[in-house]
């Protein structure tokens, strides 16, 4: 089945030592989102791609970075992890972003010990 | 950044009976959608509302939208146990590409 797919579904890090977050589509779709969800919160968007057109949100941490070497998989690269970046990491595609529904991956549970 | 308000936080109701879910926004929009999420897991989608149409069905779920007060409502009819989840409003706005999400209502529903 088309879906998207997180690996891994745990991480763990140590505070300040460079981690990346993957997520692969099989949907062909043109958007990729990564969101940051904390405990009992909403996800809040950190970037997308449409294509290869980086958007990055006007608050997102420096920190934060994201790849996508091609349609199929987008990376999260967080540089140097701070205890307040452990968080629940989303990835989401879109065939046409803002328009159609998002589908999601199971999500990356990030620990920064 | 988040878009807007969702009404109630929490909700706890008896198998059975509806569940109401509110949402408000604050920008243009040109569509609402809601998703469902499990504890720990990923969102998955359940409605999508465009900004030119008032309401919506799929299955169980009732879905209002009121673009001249900006909130859209979700009504799961006969709820059960297994509906038990966090639920969420986003918007898709007019001038880009993004979706963004309201801060969720926790749903509890007692078998």
């Known amino acids: 089945d088309a879906m998207v797919i997180q690996n891994p579904r745990y991480q763990v890090t140590q505070f300040g030592k460079p981690v990346t977050l993957s997520c692969s589509q099989t949907?062909?779709?043109?958007?990729m989102y990564w969101y940051q969800q904390k405990s009992s919160q909403a996800p809040k968007l950190l970037f997308h791609?449409?294509?290869?057109?980086?958007?990055n949100e006007a608050d997102t941490p420096d920190n934060f970075q994201s790849r996508r070497p091609n349609t199929s998989f987008c990376f999260l690269d967080i540089r140097s992890p701070g205890l307040g970046d452990a968080a629940m990491y989303l990835c989401?595609?879109?065939?046409?972003?803002?328009?159609?529904?998002?589908?999601f991956g199971s999500g990356t549970q990030l620990s920064v010990l | 950044s988040q878009q807007g308000e969702e009404d109630p936080q929490a909700l706890s109701i008896q198998e059975g009976e509806n569940a109401t879910m509110n949402c408000s926004y604050k920008?243009?929009?040109?569509?609402l959608q809601w998703y469902r999420q499990n504890s720990g897991r990923g969102l998955v989608h359940l409605i999508l509302?465009?900004?030119?149409?008032r309401e919506k069905h799929s299955g169980r779920l009732r879905v209002t939208l009121d673009t001249s007060k900006k909130s859209s409502s979700l009504l799961i009819t006969a709820s059960r146990a297994a509906d038990t989840a966090s639920y969420f409003c986003?918007?898709?706005?007019?001038?880009?590409?993004?979706?963004?999400f309201g801060a969720g209502t926790r749903l509890f529903v007692k078998a």
């Open positions: 989401a595609t879109s065939s046409v972003g803002g328009i159609e529904k998002l589908f």
């Open positions: 920008t243009s929009i040109n569509n």
């Open positions: 986003a918007t898709g706005d007019t001038g880009g590409f993004k979706t963004i």
């Open positions: 509302i465009r900004s030119n149409e």
């Open positions: 791609y449409y294509d290869k057109d980086f958007n």
């Open positions: 949907l062909n779709h043109n958007v």
